[in-house]
Every structure is written in structure tokens, then in C-alpha cells.
């Protein structure tokens, strides 16, 4: 059994390899990764920190510079790598460019394509343009691994017949059991000492154009509370690292900086007081850590953990922000209720779930018929 996994993002990447990981321990399953290079190094640090190594990369990050180009930079090369690898089943996860194009890719060459993290929705424009990947991949896979009941519920609305879908847990549970140790010690302790500490992160695409604002919110907090001390790895993003270090300058208790390597990144989360943050990921990394999580958005495709109680949408405006921020700071029983709040997103062993049930269709399909999505 030859499974391919099509990955691009950091992600993606923190998602999947658990995953891969598992699969290679299988007996007589051949599993790799194709990596796009959606995210450039960012993904490679992810490969090398779980040993694993892409047969190919398409490295597009330097040479792209729309989704109009990554996408089409993966539906020029990726037949030639189906060609030559001849996989029997594509993975692909979530909601990224690479995903749908690798899943369009498998979908025109009838190769079964199996849909990690299946099913999340909010039903608006936003986020952008993940909401699209994910319907538009709903449509092409043929094996759709819910994350949780909600996801799943999701899915037989739109009509997926309900013997294709797996509700699993996410796989992102399975990746802090690999990274989170007691051991750690944290490189930033010096700056943290005697206060709490507060992640914050902000990156997406929609948000671009309001995050100086949005940063405002959390800067004023800072001016306030004397008592906390915010870390903000910034993404690469050339917009998000210029607001950040612009917003946060000559703030005493603000440390901008350099996105974190993944195991460094997971275990200053799982010590951290809150988090304040726009990403998906983080989302489901906090609610299973009991990290109480502000979520900046308006809308979160992650509802279970708002209605356990670990994540609380803030929105994006600097009033909402600030007094969100200062709220969770204020009230110790909403602070506690939020940190003993029930993990809806599994119990870090969806890998092993996946794997089976991958090794299961594969032996009930052996010769590769693609059933109709
Ligand atoms: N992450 C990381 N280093 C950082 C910030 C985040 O390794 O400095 C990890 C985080 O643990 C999570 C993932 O990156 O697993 C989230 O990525 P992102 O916010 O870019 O994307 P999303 O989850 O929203 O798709």
C-alpha cells in the first residue's frame, strides 16, 4: 500500500507528520510526504524535528507570489510526481491552497484522496480562503476524517454518505505528545520571571488590514497590567512582522519575536497563562493543554471548544480586544472555568485511528478503484 501526503504548510506539517510517523510503522505500507513548499522552511523545521523526508519538494514559496500561482505551480508538477510515485491514496489536510490543489490533482487522476481534519465550517466568506479549500476538498475526497461529532455532523448536512466519514480526534494532539516534555526550560524565562506569561500570535490574511488596531487592543493591556509579560512570535509575514514590531516597540513588557520552532512553540504554550490568538491550530493545542484561549476573530470553525468553554472569541477591534484581554485578567472565575474546561478534540491518538482505518479501505480496495466521492 503506497500512500502519498501532499503537504505545504507549517501546519499542515505539524498535523500530518504524527500521522506519516504512524503509517511507516505499519507492515507493508509505504508512506510519503510531497512536500510543496507552500511555507518554505517553515515546514522543513517541522520534517526534521519529526525525521521525516519529503520525496520531493517543489520549494514554491520562492518563486510564487499569489494562490492564483502556488495552486497552478501544483497542478503543473504534481501529475508527474502520481506519475512516478503511482500512489494508491492521497492524504491531504485541512484547508490550505496545497491541499486543494493536491486533492483536484487526485480527484482528475482517480486516485482516492483521504481528507484529514475533514468537515470544519463556519458557513461565511471568512476565513479566507481556507472555508473554500475545505468545501471544495469535501467534494473530491473520498475518506473524510472528521476531528470531532460537530465536523462529522457537518459533513452528512451536506450529504457525504455517512460510511466515508471517521470522527477521529485531531491529529495536533497526537504531535504535542511528541513535542510537550516536564524537562523544558524555557529560554524566555528571564523576561517571564515572577509574571504571567501571555502568548500571542496573529497572522491571518483577512486580518492584515486591521491588525495594527488589533495589536492596539493588546498593547493597551499591556500599559495597564504591570503583572504580565507578552511574547509575540511573529510570523514571517512580512505585514505581520512589520505591524508587530511597530505596535509593541518600547513596550517593556512586549517581546517581539522570530516564529518559534514547533517544539519550543508547543511547550511555551503548555506553561503559558492564556494565549491570544487568530490560528486555527493553536486553538485545539490550548483547549487539549487547558490553556484558556482569547480567540481573535469573529468567527471560529472550531465551536466545540467555545461551547467547552477553554476559547472565547474576542473579535478584531482594539475596544473589543482590550476589554476581552482585561476581562479574562480580571475574573478568576471565568479564568478558571476556562482552564478546567473539557478538550473536545481527542486524546492525541487519531494517528493510530487514521492508520487503521487507511490500512481497512485499502484492503477492501485493493485494486485502487477510487470510489465516486
Ligand atoms: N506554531 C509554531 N511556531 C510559532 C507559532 C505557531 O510552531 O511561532 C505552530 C502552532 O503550534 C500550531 C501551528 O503552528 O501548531 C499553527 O499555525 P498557524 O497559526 O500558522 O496556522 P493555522 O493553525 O491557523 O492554520
Known amino acids: 500500500?503506497?500512500?502519498?501526503?501532499?503537504?505545504?504548510?507549517?501546519?499542515?506539517?505539524?498535523?500530518?507528520?504524527?500521522?506519516?510517523?504512524?503509517?511507516?510503522?505499519?507492515?507493508?505500507?509505504?508512506?510519503?510526504?510531497?512536500?510543496?513548499?507552500?511555507?518554505?522552511?517553515?515546514?522543513?523545521?517541522?520534517?526534521?524535528?519529526?525525521?521525516?523526508?519529503?520525496?520531493?519538494?517543489?520549494?514554491?514559496?520562492?518563486?510564487?507570489?499569489?494562490?492564483?500561482?502556488?495552486?497552478?505551480?501544483?497542478?503543473?508538477?504534481?501529475?508527474?510526481?502520481?506519475?512516478?510515485?503511482?500512489?494508491?491514496?492521497?492524504?491531504?489536510?485541512?484547508?490550505?491552497?496545497?491541499?486543494?490543489?493536491?486533492?483536484?490533482?487526485?480527484?482528475?487522476?482517480?486516485?482516492?484522496?483521504?481528507?484529514?481534519?475533514?468537515?470544519?465550517?463556519?458557513?461565511?466568506?471568512?476565513?479566507?480562503?481556507?472555508?473554500?479549500?475545505?468545501?471544495?476538498?469535501s467534494l473530491v475526497a473520498s475518506l473524510h476524517f472528521a476531528p470531532t461529532e460537530s465536523a462529522r455532523d457537518n459533513l452528512l448536512r451536506e450529504g457525504v454518505e455517512p460510511e466515508r466519514i471517521f470522527v477521529t480526534?485531531?491529529?495536533?494532539?497526537?504531535?504535542?505528545?511528541?513535542?510537550?516534555?516536564?524537562?523544558?526550560?524555557?529560554?524566555?524565562?528571564?523576561?517571564?520571571?515572577?509574571?504571567?506569561?501571555?502568548?500571542?500570535?496573529?497572522?491571518?490574511?483577512?486580518?492584515?488590514?486591521?491588525?495594527?488596531?488589533?495589536?492596539?487592543?493588546?498593547?493597551?493591556?499591556?500599559?495597564?497590567?504591570?503583572?504580565?509579560?507578552?511574547l509575540v512570535p511573529a510570523h514571517p509575514n512580512p505585514v505581520v512582522q512589520e505591524t508587530m514590531r511597530k505596535i509593541f516597540a518600547d513596550l517593556p513588557n512586549v517581546k517581539v519575536i522570530p516564529a518559534l520552532d514547533v517544539a519550543t512553540f508547543h511547550n511555551l504554550l503548555a506553561t503559558s497563562f492564556c494565549v491570544l490568538t487568530d490560528s486555527g491550530g493553536i486553538q485545539e493545542e490550548a483547549a487539549a493543554l487547558h490553556i484558556p484561549t482569547l480567540v481573535l476573530r469573529d468567527e471560529t470553525e472550531r465551536p466545540e471548544g467555545v461551547a467547552t468553554g477553554s476559547l472565547l472569541p474576542i473579535g478584531r477591534t482594539r475596544e473589543s480586544i482590550r476589554e476581552g484581554f482585561l476581562n479574562l485578567l480580571c475574573d478568576e472565575a471565568l479564568y478558571r472555568r476556562m482552564k478546567n474546561a473539557q478538550n473536545p478534540y481527542g486524546d492525541g491518538d487519531a494517528s493510530k485511528k487514521i492508520a487503521d482505518i487507511l490500512i481497512s479501505f485499502s484492503s477492501a480496495n485493493p485494486q485502487n478503484s477510487s470510489p465516486s466521492p
Open 169 to 230: 480526534g485531531n491529529t495536533g494532539l497526537d504531535a504535542l505528545k511528541y513535542t510537550v516534555t516536564k524537562t523544558w526550560h524555557s529560554p524566555f524565562a528571564a523576561f517571564t520571571e515572577g509574571k504571567k506569561t501571555v502568548l500571542v500570535t496573529a497572522h491571518r490574511r483577512e486580518s492584515h488590514d486591521i491588525l495594527q488596531d488589533m495589536m492596539a487592543g493588546i498593547a493597551d493591556v499591556s500599559q495597564i497590567r504591570h503583572d504580565i509579560a507578552l
Open 1 to 137: 500500500m503506497k500512500i502519498l501526503a501532499v503537504i505545504g504548510t507549517r501546519p499542515e506539517a505539524i498535523k500530518m507528520c504524527p500521522l506519516i510517523r504512524e503509517l511507516k510503522k505499519r507492515e507493508g505500507v509505504c508512506a510519503e510526504i510531497c512536500a510543496t513548499g507552500q511555507h518554505g522552511r517553515l515546514f522543513d523545521e517541522v520534517a526534521e524535528l519529526f525525521d521525516i523526508h519529503p520525496v520531493c519538494n517543489f520549494d514554491l514559496m520562492s518563486s510564487v507570489n499569489s494562490q492564483e500561482e502556488l495552486v497552478g505551480g501544483i497542478l503543473a508538477r504534481l501529475p508527474a510526481v502520481l506519475e512516478s510515485e503511482k500512489p494508491s491514496l492521497l492524504l491531504v489536510h485541512g484547508d490550505t491552497s496545497s491541499a486543494l490543489a493536491a486533492a483536484l490533482c487526485g480527484f482528475w487522476e482517480k486516485i482516492p484522496v483521504a481528507h484529514i481534519e475533514a468537515g470544519l465550517r463556519t458557513y461565511k466568506p471568512l476565513p479566507f480562503p481556507e472555508e473554500f479549500n475545505r468545501r471544495a476538498i
